[in-house]
């Protein structure tokens, strides 16, 4: 904490991250699927002692590498076991992927101050980052090692060569052990495309060039491959050839999953950009762009991200998150020097989108209880009407700041601008925290299996599990994990005196009859703990369950 309150007395935007980090903490449970999963198999690591080969429900998992969760173990091994420090390992890397952005802007325009200055604020800004700095999850530890690869590029750039391609080999392998060999796609579109983006010069030859980067590849490949061969051989065959093609390349072809059309992150592209897409100062300052080699060589990286991902099958939001500084740091550029004076109008049409949600959250149940709403809007008169009231005067007050102030400066109406979607999440939060908060809070149902296994009882999952409980009730023992109808009814013949988790979509009451426990399960379905004897002695709801 004492680095963190040195940085933050140099360093504003400290305070920024540091309201995203509790606000994720106090308003948020860890959410199924993804962080219970990546909990969950740190978890497994640290029960079972399986350092080298990570594990979900007993089963080596060959889906991501294993650095995150060393580090998750590592905070264990500092604070003990325990949510919090999980949680606040990810948002460690998302300040230093903030400090390091700082610092790129610093190289790659030594004379322009302004824009390492603005580039922090304008990548705070984004929805889509602020949401990811506290989830624990292995995008914003990606994107440091990007980040570091980019370091490592533009210095060897500069003339730096041999510092230069180390620190591009050491982002490479830190990928790798991050997220795969997709850090490739992430970094060498900028390297290869030196030429454009003017990186050496004409007397330096471009065959030194590929021949360094050919080496900070082979040391990138050099980490990677010093945890996946010793991984592979103790992991077995499938494991070594998931790990080595099928979470790779084979994802890549045909992903397994999240598989969406060639235009869809064109689709939410204003989403990703959010605020500043309705920001005139960055509209104007198109006008006057000037394509120096700082500018292509931010340019070249977001495009190249987005171009390539756009041609992978499968894709979600967080994906783009590693072009995301480089984005920033073009709209740094576009606005030029920070103390060039603001226009307060400039800001209106963010305060007003603010100021038409908080009067939504607010008009929205009374016109629902005076004049009644289609049926279709049932779940938003829900939700404006248990949305608390300091949601909604946040959200008013942070469009009536936006309408009626005065920025003075660019740099003070980035601030602003920055600091009124901080207010628009934190009413996220708070109406998430209140509303939403039970439906994907798991804790108390693994307490609940937790309290079965104490029994010396097995536990039977129908279905596909993906390590939702293991961490939240430090279970000990794996969960019988069944996909097959049959399978799974005569599984509860011969174990009458254990248990299974069903998760069904229906909401009859009388489906629940009998069950030891149940709650919500992501949003509208239901996960129900049920004794094995009371299912068979019931075929009928037990059909129904299964469906």
């Known amino acids: 904490m004492t680095i963190i309150r040195h940085l933050a007395l140099r360093k504003d935007y400290v305070f920024v991250w540091l309201a995203l980090v509790l606000m994720g ?65 990810p948002s460690l890397f998302a300040l230093g992927n903030l400090l390091l952005t700082e610092r790129l802007a610093r190289r790659l325009w030594p004379e322009a101050k302004s824009s390492a200055r603005l580039a922090p604020w304008l990548l705070l800004a984004m929805p889509v980052w602020a949401m990811w700095s506290s ?7 990606t994107t440091t090692f990007v980040l570091v690869g980019l370091h490592g590029i533009s210095r060897a750039g500069r003339g730096e060569t041999r510092i230069g391609w180390i620190w591009a080999g050491l982002g490479i392998g830190g990928g790798v052990l991050a997220k795969g060999p997709v850090i490739l796609l992430l970094v060498l579109p900028v390297a290869l495309g030196a030429p454009w983006w003017g990186a ?14 050919l080496g900070a590849v082979l040391l990138g490949a050099a980490m990677g491959l010093a945890w996946a061969i010793p991984a592979g051989f103790a992991g077995g065959e499938e494991y070594r050839r998931m790990i080595f093609w099928g979470q790779s390349a084979g994802r890549i072809a ?24 309705l920001w005139p100062p960055l509209w104007r300052g198109l006008r006057r762009i000037q394509f120096d080699p700082g500018l292509r060589f931010c340019a070249l990286h977001a495009a190249s991200v987005f171009l390539i991902f756009s041609l992978i099958s499968g894709k979600q939001v967080h994906y783009l998150l590693p072009a995301l500084p480089s984005a920033a740091l073009l709209l740094a550029r576009l606005l030029g020097r920070g103390d060039q004076p603001a226009i307060r109008n400039d800001q209106v049409y963010v305060g007003f989108l603010l100021l038409v949600v908080g009067l939504a959250f607010t008009l929205i149940p009374v016109a629902g209880s005076l004049f009644g709403l289609p049926e279709s809007l049932e779940d938003a008169v829900h939700i404006a009407d248990a949305a608390p009231l300091t949601a909604k005067l946040v959200l008013l007050l942070s469009g009536i700041f936006l309408l009626r102030g005065q920025p003075g ?39 609940r299996l937790s309290a079965v296994q ?8 129908f279905g596909k599990y993906s390590g939702d409980f293991q961490f939240l009730g430090r279970l000990e023992r794996r969960l019988e994990e069944i996909e097959a109808s049959e399978a799974f009814v005569d599984w509860l013949k011969r174990h009458p005196e254990d248990y299974a988790v069903i998760i069904h979509r229906h909401k009859e009451k009388r489906l629940e009859e ?34």
Do not use: C
């Not at 050496?200 to 980067?213: C, Q």
């Not at 104490?454 to 999952?461: F, G, I, L, S, T």
């Not at 239901?526 to 129904?544: F, M, Q």
């Open 200 to 213: 050496l010069r004409p007397d330096a030859g471009w065959g030194n060039w590929y021949r360094g980067l």
């Open 25 to 89: 903490l106090a308003y948020r449970p860890l959410t199924p699927v993804d962080e219970t999963r990546a909990v969950t198999v740190a978890w497994e690591m640290w029960s079972q002692h399986q350092w080298l080969v990570p594990h979900l429900n007993g089963e080596p998992y060959s889906h991501k590498p294993p650095l995150l969760l060393w580090g998750i173990n590592l905070m264990w091994l500092v604070f003990g076991v325990n949510e919090w420090s999980a949680r606040l390992l």
């Open 454 to 461: 104490q029994q010396e009882r097995d536990v039977a999952y």
């Open 135 to 141: 989830l624990t999850l292995y995008d914003m530890l």
């Open 514 to 547: 009998g069950a030891e426990f149940g709650q919500f399960y992501r949003g509208s379905r239901r996960i129900t703990l049920w004794k094995a004897a009371e299912l068979v002695a019931r075929p009928d709801v037990l059909k129904e369950l299964m469906e």
């Open 409 to 447: 400066s660019r740099y003070g109406a980035v601030r602003a601008l920055t600091l009124s979607m901080l207010a628009l999440l934190f009413s996220a939060h708070l109406v998430y925290r209140q509303v939403g908060w039970t439906y994907y809070d798991m804790l108390p149902f693994a307490q």
């Open 254 to 277: 045909n992903a397994f999953a999240h598989q969406r059309p060639v235009w869809w992150y064109l689709e939410i592209l204003p989403l990703l950009m959010f605020p500043w897409v």
